[in-house]
Protein backbone atom coordinates (compact mmCIF):
# COMPACT_ATOMS: atom_id res chain seq x y z
CA UNK A 1 0.00 0.00 0.00
CA UNK A 2 1.87 3.60 -1.05
CA UNK A 3 0.95 6.17 2.02
CA UNK A 4 2.60 8.75 0.29
CA UNK A 5 2.32 10.21 -3.29
CA UNK A 6 6.41 11.30 -2.33
CA UNK A 7 9.04 10.57 0.20
CA UNK A 8 11.56 13.67 0.24
CA UNK A 9 14.99 11.89 1.70
CA UNK A 10 16.56 15.18 3.44
CA UNK A 11 15.77 18.16 4.46
CA UNK A 12 17.70 20.69 3.35
CA UNK A 13 17.87 23.58 0.80
CA UNK A 14 17.38 21.19 -1.78
CA UNK A 15 14.28 18.54 0.08
CA UNK A 16 13.04 21.21 2.23
CA UNK A 17 11.30 23.78 -0.92
CA UNK A 18 10.39 20.41 -2.82
CA UNK A 19 8.38 18.94 0.04
CA UNK A 20 6.84 22.67 -0.02
CA UNK A 21 6.00 22.71 -3.66
CA UNK A 22 4.99 18.83 -3.56
CA UNK A 23 2.54 19.76 -0.70
CA UNK A 24 1.53 23.07 -1.61
CA UNK A 25 -0.34 20.87 -5.18
CA UNK A 26 -1.72 18.65 -2.83
CA UNK A 27 0.82 15.77 -2.57
CA UNK A 28 1.01 13.71 0.16
CA UNK A 29 4.88 13.75 1.05
CA UNK A 30 6.87 12.99 3.49
CA UNK A 31 10.21 14.77 4.24
CA UNK A 32 12.82 12.88 6.47
CA UNK A 33 16.33 14.17 8.06
CA UNK A 34 18.73 12.28 9.94
CA UNK A 35 19.55 15.71 11.53
CA UNK A 36 17.37 18.09 14.04
CA UNK A 37 16.79 21.66 13.00
CA UNK A 38 18.35 24.02 13.22
CA UNK A 39 21.20 22.46 12.91
CA UNK A 40 24.83 23.39 11.02
CA UNK A 41 26.54 21.93 7.96
CA UNK A 42 29.26 22.85 5.91
CA UNK A 43 28.55 25.42 2.91
CA UNK A 44 29.66 28.48 1.05
CA UNK A 45 26.33 30.14 2.29
CA UNK A 46 25.69 32.63 -1.00
CA UNK A 47 22.38 33.02 -2.19
CA UNK A 48 22.90 34.36 -5.33
CA UNK A 49 20.00 36.62 -6.96
CA UNK A 50 18.60 33.79 -8.52
CA UNK A 51 18.25 32.07 -5.55
CA UNK A 52 16.64 35.02 -3.96
CA UNK A 53 14.05 35.15 -6.36
CA UNK A 54 13.01 31.66 -5.36
CA UNK A 55 12.91 32.78 -1.88
CA UNK A 56 10.54 35.29 -2.56
CA UNK A 57 8.40 33.21 -5.15
CA UNK A 58 8.24 30.57 -2.36
CA UNK A 59 7.40 33.52 0.29
CA UNK A 60 10.10 32.99 2.74
CA UNK A 61 12.19 35.90 1.63
CA UNK A 62 10.92 38.25 4.45
CA UNK A 63 11.95 35.77 6.88
CA UNK A 64 15.14 35.49 5.81
CA UNK A 65 15.80 39.05 5.92
CA UNK A 66 14.34 39.45 9.63
CA UNK A 67 17.01 37.05 10.44
CA UNK A 68 19.37 40.06 9.99
CA UNK A 69 21.63 38.94 7.55
CA UNK A 70 23.10 42.05 5.24
CA UNK A 71 22.22 42.19 1.86
CA UNK A 72 25.13 42.16 -0.86
CA UNK A 73 24.54 44.97 -3.11
CA UNK A 74 28.03 44.51 -4.56
CA UNK A 75 30.34 42.14 -6.02
CA UNK A 76 33.89 42.55 -6.48
CA UNK A 77 37.03 40.37 -8.08
CA UNK A 78 40.44 40.86 -7.54
CA UNK A 79 42.58 39.85 -10.29
CA UNK A 80 45.82 41.41 -8.56
CA UNK A 81 46.39 44.27 -11.43
CA UNK A 82 42.78 45.23 -11.77
CA UNK A 83 39.26 45.20 -9.68
CA UNK A 84 36.23 44.53 -11.41
CA UNK A 85 33.34 45.29 -9.28
CA UNK A 86 29.66 45.49 -10.41
CA UNK A 87 26.19 44.56 -9.29
CA UNK A 88 24.65 41.00 -9.52
CA UNK A 89 21.21 41.63 -9.74
CA UNK A 90 18.42 43.04 -11.44
CA UNK A 91 15.95 46.00 -10.62
CA UNK A 92 13.26 42.92 -9.43
CA UNK A 93 16.30 41.16 -7.47
CA UNK A 94 19.15 43.50 -6.85
CA UNK A 95 20.64 41.22 -3.78
CA UNK A 96 22.34 38.41 -2.53
CA UNK A 97 22.49 37.42 0.88
CA UNK A 98 24.81 34.96 3.00
CA UNK A 99 22.71 33.19 5.60
CA UNK A 100 23.82 30.49 7.98
CA UNK A 101 22.63 27.23 7.16
CA UNK A 102 21.15 27.28 11.10
CA UNK A 103 18.78 30.17 10.01
CA UNK A 104 17.97 29.38 6.49
CA UNK A 105 17.48 25.62 6.56
CA UNK A 106 15.07 25.93 9.75
CA UNK A 107 12.83 29.04 7.98
CA UNK A 108 12.58 26.26 4.63
CA UNK A 109 11.94 23.44 6.78
CA UNK A 110 9.21 25.44 8.71
CA UNK A 111 7.96 26.28 5.59
CA UNK A 112 7.48 22.91 4.28
CA UNK A 113 5.72 21.97 7.47
CA UNK A 114 3.28 25.01 7.00
CA UNK A 115 2.64 23.86 3.57
CA UNK A 116 1.17 20.44 4.77
CA UNK A 117 4.01 18.14 4.56
CA UNK A 118 4.58 15.53 7.26
CA UNK A 119 8.31 15.98 8.81
CA UNK A 120 10.30 13.58 10.94
CA UNK A 121 13.43 14.99 12.03
CA UNK A 122 16.24 12.85 13.44
CA UNK A 123 14.86 10.25 11.24
CA UNK A 124 17.85 8.29 9.37
CA UNK A 125 17.18 5.80 6.75
CA UNK A 126 18.31 2.63 6.96
CA UNK A 127 17.32 0.85 3.45
CA UNK A 128 15.51 2.16 0.21
CA UNK A 129 12.95 -0.50 -0.59
CA UNK A 130 13.32 -1.86 -4.28
CA UNK A 131 10.62 -4.22 -5.90
CA UNK A 132 11.45 -7.22 -8.06
CA UNK A 133 11.31 -5.14 -11.17
CA UNK A 134 13.72 -2.85 -9.64
CA UNK A 135 11.06 -0.30 -9.12
CA UNK A 136 11.87 1.77 -5.82
CA UNK A 137 8.85 1.53 -3.41
CA UNK A 138 9.66 3.15 -0.08
CA UNK A 139 11.94 3.45 2.93
CA UNK A 140 12.99 1.74 5.53
CA UNK A 141 14.16 3.99 8.90
CA UNK A 142 16.76 3.11 11.16
CA UNK A 143 13.82 2.61 13.64
CA UNK A 144 11.92 -0.10 11.70
CA UNK A 145 9.59 2.69 10.73
CA UNK A 146 8.70 1.59 6.86
CA UNK A 147 6.89 3.91 4.48
CA UNK A 148 5.98 3.35 0.82
CA UNK A 149 5.71 6.02 -1.72
CA UNK A 150 4.81 6.40 -5.65
CA UNK A 151 8.35 7.82 -5.50
CA UNK A 152 11.21 8.47 -3.44
CA UNK A 153 13.35 11.70 -3.84
CA UNK A 154 17.48 11.80 -2.70
CA UNK A 155 17.82 15.27 -1.43
CA UNK A 156 20.48 14.15 0.92
CA UNK A 157 23.49 15.19 -1.11
CA UNK A 158 26.82 13.87 -2.36
CA UNK A 159 26.90 10.81 -0.52
CA UNK A 160 22.97 10.24 -0.86
CA UNK A 161 21.65 7.27 0.26
CA UNK A 162 19.02 6.93 -2.42
CA UNK A 163 21.84 7.51 -5.27
CA UNK A 164 23.62 4.64 -4.05
CA UNK A 165 20.36 2.06 -3.97
CA UNK A 166 19.98 2.56 -6.66
CA UNK A 167 23.51 3.20 -8.65
CA UNK A 168 22.69 6.61 -10.42
CA UNK A 169 24.84 7.15 -13.03
CA UNK A 170 27.38 9.46 -13.30
CA UNK A 171 28.71 11.45 -16.13
CA UNK A 172 30.93 14.53 -16.45
CA UNK A 173 32.72 13.68 -13.40
CA UNK A 174 35.17 14.89 -12.82
CA UNK A 175 37.64 14.69 -9.06
CA UNK A 176 37.76 17.07 -6.49
CA UNK A 177 39.70 20.06 -7.96
CA UNK A 178 39.98 22.53 -4.81
CA UNK A 179 40.53 21.88 -0.89
CA UNK A 180 38.40 25.26 0.80
CA UNK A 181 38.53 26.27 4.17
CA UNK A 182 36.23 28.82 5.51
CA UNK A 183 35.63 30.64 9.24
CA UNK A 184 33.91 33.25 10.57
CA UNK A 185 35.10 36.72 12.13
CA UNK A 186 34.06 39.91 13.21
CA UNK A 187 35.26 43.59 13.63
CA UNK A 188 35.27 42.96 9.47
CA UNK A 189 32.72 44.77 8.07
CA UNK A 190 31.91 44.70 4.11
CA UNK A 191 29.23 47.05 3.96
CA UNK A 192 27.32 45.06 1.65
CA UNK A 193 30.10 43.54 -0.52
CA UNK A 194 31.12 40.20 -1.31
CA UNK A 195 35.10 40.31 -2.45
CA UNK A 196 36.85 37.62 -4.06
CA UNK A 197 40.60 37.07 -4.80
CA UNK A 198 42.17 35.11 -7.49
CA UNK A 199 45.40 34.64 -7.48
CA UNK A 200 47.16 31.60 -9.34
CA UNK A 201 46.93 28.50 -7.15
CA UNK A 202 44.99 30.56 -4.77
CA UNK A 203 41.52 31.82 -4.54
CA UNK A 204 39.53 33.64 -1.85
CA UNK A 205 36.42 35.06 -1.21
CA UNK A 206 34.58 36.93 2.19
CA UNK A 207 30.83 38.15 2.81
CA UNK A 208 28.67 39.44 5.25
CA UNK A 209 26.54 36.87 6.87
CA UNK A 210 24.29 36.44 10.51
CA UNK A 211 25.08 38.18 13.58
CA UNK A 212 27.63 40.65 12.71
CA UNK A 213 29.70 38.21 11.64
CA UNK A 214 31.58 37.76 8.19
CA UNK A 215 32.79 34.57 6.65
CA UNK A 216 35.97 34.28 5.12
CA UNK A 217 36.65 31.15 2.35
CA UNK A 218 39.48 30.37 0.93
CA UNK A 219 41.33 27.46 -0.90
CA UNK A 220 44.19 25.45 -3.10
CA UNK A 221 44.71 22.96 -5.66
CA UNK A 222 43.75 19.60 -3.94
CA UNK A 223 46.83 18.24 -5.17
CA UNK A 224 48.50 20.46 -1.95
CA UNK A 225 45.80 18.96 0.41
CA UNK A 226 48.23 17.11 2.71
CA UNK A 227 50.69 19.85 2.30
CA UNK A 228 49.11 22.65 4.27
CA UNK A 229 46.56 20.35 5.84
CA UNK A 230 48.41 21.13 9.22
CA UNK A 231 48.94 25.08 9.17
CA UNK A 232 45.81 26.48 7.55
CA UNK A 233 46.22 29.51 9.38
CA UNK A 234 50.07 30.31 8.07
CA UNK A 235 48.60 29.26 4.51
CA UNK A 236 45.92 31.59 4.84
CA UNK A 237 48.54 34.50 5.72
CA UNK A 238 50.70 33.79 2.98
CA UNK A 239 48.10 33.86 0.37
CA UNK A 240 46.67 36.98 1.87
CA UNK A 241 49.96 38.99 1.23
CA UNK A 242 49.58 38.81 -2.10
CA UNK A 243 46.75 41.54 -1.76
CA UNK A 244 48.24 43.89 1.27
CA UNK A 245 45.25 46.15 0.87
CA UNK A 246 43.31 43.08 2.04
CA UNK A 247 45.82 41.89 4.10
CA UNK A 248 46.37 45.17 6.30
CA UNK A 249 42.30 45.04 6.44
CA UNK A 250 42.23 41.81 7.87
CA UNK A 251 44.59 41.92 10.76
CA UNK A 252 42.33 43.97 12.86
CA UNK A 253 39.31 40.94 12.15
CA UNK A 254 38.81 38.63 15.31
CA UNK A 255 38.26 34.96 14.71
CA UNK A 256 35.66 33.89 16.19
CA UNK A 257 35.23 30.04 15.24
CA UNK A 258 37.59 27.41 13.75
CA UNK A 259 38.60 27.09 10.17
CA UNK A 260 35.78 23.97 8.51
CA UNK A 261 37.63 22.38 5.56
CA UNK A 262 35.91 20.65 2.41
CA UNK A 263 36.59 19.25 -0.82
CA UNK A 264 33.92 17.78 -3.38
CA UNK A 265 33.47 15.57 -6.18
CA UNK A 266 32.55 17.32 -9.77
CA UNK A 267 29.61 15.44 -11.39
CA UNK A 268 25.91 14.93 -12.53
CA UNK A 269 24.07 11.52 -12.15
CA UNK A 270 21.11 10.58 -14.02
CA UNK A 271 18.59 11.90 -11.64
CA UNK A 272 15.49 9.64 -12.03
CA UNK A 273 14.43 6.07 -12.76
CA UNK A 274 11.64 3.97 -11.77
CA UNK A 275 9.70 5.39 -8.34
CA UNK A 276 13.17 7.53 -7.43
CA UNK A 277 14.83 11.12 -8.42
CA UNK A 278 17.59 13.20 -7.26
CA UNK A 279 17.40 16.85 -6.48
CA UNK A 280 20.26 19.55 -5.30
CA UNK A 281 24.12 17.71 -4.72
CA UNK A 282 22.72 14.28 -4.76
CA UNK A 283 21.85 14.72 -8.67
CA UNK A 284 24.01 17.42 -9.13
CA UNK A 285 27.68 18.80 -7.34
CA UNK A 286 29.77 21.30 -8.50
CA UNK A 287 33.51 22.66 -6.71
CA UNK A 288 32.62 25.54 -4.10
CA UNK A 289 34.22 27.92 -6.00
CA UNK A 290 31.43 29.77 -7.34
CA UNK A 291 29.16 29.26 -4.05
CA UNK A 292 26.34 28.23 -7.08
CA UNK A 293 25.29 25.06 -4.67
CA UNK A 294 22.68 27.15 -3.12
CA UNK A 295 20.68 28.74 -5.75
CA UNK A 296 21.47 25.47 -8.04
CA UNK A 297 19.37 23.38 -5.14
CA UNK A 298 16.34 25.91 -5.48
CA UNK A 299 16.15 26.00 -8.77
CA UNK A 300 16.34 21.98 -9.44
CA UNK A 301 13.88 21.94 -6.68
CA UNK A 302 11.45 23.78 -8.64
CA UNK A 303 12.27 22.09 -11.98
CA UNK A 304 11.72 18.66 -10.66
CA UNK A 305 8.44 19.72 -8.74
CA UNK A 306 6.92 20.46 -11.93
CA UNK A 307 8.28 17.62 -14.00
CA UNK A 308 6.41 15.10 -10.65
CA UNK A 309 3.48 17.02 -11.70
CA UNK A 310 3.87 16.58 -15.63
CA UNK A 311 4.83 12.97 -14.85
CA UNK A 312 8.02 14.38 -17.45
CA UNK A 313 11.05 13.37 -15.15
CA UNK A 314 12.79 12.86 -18.78
CA UNK A 315 11.95 16.16 -19.16
CA UNK A 316 13.43 17.45 -16.08
CA UNK A 317 17.18 15.85 -16.59
CA UNK A 318 16.76 17.86 -19.89
CA UNK A 319 16.13 20.90 -18.49
CA UNK A 320 18.62 20.42 -15.43
CA UNK A 321 21.30 19.74 -17.59
CA UNK A 322 20.37 22.92 -20.07
CA UNK A 323 20.71 25.53 -17.37
CA UNK A 324 23.53 23.75 -15.22
CA UNK A 325 26.05 22.56 -17.30
CA UNK A 326 27.53 25.88 -18.56
CA UNK A 327 27.72 26.95 -15.03
CA UNK A 328 29.55 23.55 -14.72
CA UNK A 329 31.92 24.01 -17.13
CA UNK A 330 33.00 27.49 -16.34
CA UNK A 331 33.27 26.79 -12.17
CA UNK A 332 35.77 23.92 -13.39
CA UNK A 333 37.61 26.15 -15.37
CA UNK A 334 37.74 28.25 -12.28
CA UNK A 335 38.45 25.79 -9.87
CA UNK A 336 42.06 24.79 -12.03
CA UNK A 337 43.06 28.15 -10.39
CA UNK A 338 45.20 28.26 -13.36
CA UNK A 339 46.09 32.39 -14.46
CA UNK A 340 43.49 33.58 -16.95
CA UNK A 341 43.87 32.64 -20.30
CA UNK A 342 44.78 35.49 -23.17
CA UNK A 343 40.81 35.85 -23.88
CA UNK A 344 40.06 36.09 -20.34
CA UNK A 345 42.67 38.90 -19.26
CA UNK A 346 41.50 41.17 -22.47
CA UNK A 347 38.18 41.00 -21.88
CA UNK A 348 38.64 41.94 -17.90
CA UNK A 349 41.01 45.17 -19.21
CA UNK A 350 38.70 45.91 -21.28
CA UNK A 351 35.45 46.39 -19.16
CA UNK A 352 37.64 47.74 -16.18
CA UNK A 353 36.10 50.94 -15.24
CA UNK A 354 33.08 50.72 -17.20
CA UNK A 355 29.87 50.23 -14.69
CA UNK A 356 27.43 48.67 -17.47
CA UNK A 357 30.21 45.96 -18.67
CA UNK A 358 31.49 45.33 -14.82
CA UNK A 359 28.03 45.09 -14.03
CA UNK A 360 27.48 42.62 -16.94
CA UNK A 361 30.39 40.18 -15.64
CA UNK A 362 29.07 40.25 -12.21
CA UNK A 363 25.66 39.30 -13.32
CA UNK A 364 27.42 36.32 -15.17
CA UNK A 365 29.20 35.27 -11.90
CA UNK A 366 26.07 35.92 -10.09
CA UNK A 367 23.96 33.50 -12.29
CA UNK A 368 22.16 36.09 -13.40
CA UNK A 369 23.41 35.80 -16.89
CA UNK A 370 24.05 32.41 -18.53
CA UNK A 371 27.57 31.52 -19.87
CA UNK A 372 26.29 30.51 -23.18
CA UNK A 373 25.06 34.08 -23.42
CA UNK A 374 27.32 36.22 -21.86
CA UNK A 375 30.39 34.61 -24.42
CA UNK A 376 28.14 34.73 -27.26
CA UNK A 377 30.09 36.27 -29.59
CA UNK A 378 27.73 39.44 -30.08
CA UNK A 379 28.38 40.08 -26.71
CA UNK A 380 32.03 39.61 -26.69
CA UNK A 381 31.84 42.01 -29.46
CA UNK A 382 29.73 44.51 -27.09
CA UNK A 383 32.21 44.18 -24.67
CA UNK A 384 35.23 44.55 -26.24
CA UNK A 385 33.99 47.44 -28.74
Given at each position: MTTYDVIVVGARVAGSPLAALLAKRGYRTLLVDRDTFPSDTVSTHVLHPPGVAALRRWGVLD????????????????????????????????????????VLDKILLDAAAAAGAEIREGYSVEEVLVDDDGRVTGIRGLDGTVEHARIVVGADGRNSVVAKAVNAPAYEDRPPLTVG???????????????????????WAVCPTNDDLTMVIGGWPHSELAEHRNDIDGTFAAMFETAPAWAERFRDAKQETRWVGASVHNYFRVPYGPGWALVGDAGYSRDYITAQGITDAFLDAELLAEAIADDDLPGYQARRDARAMPFYQMTLGIASLQPPDEQMVQLVMAIAGNQ???????????????????FAPENMGRLFA
Open positions: QVVATGVPPISRYTTDFGPVTVGGAPGTPDNPFAYAPRRTYYAYFSNLPMDGTFEAYSRPGRGEKMDAFTRLNSGVTSPVEF
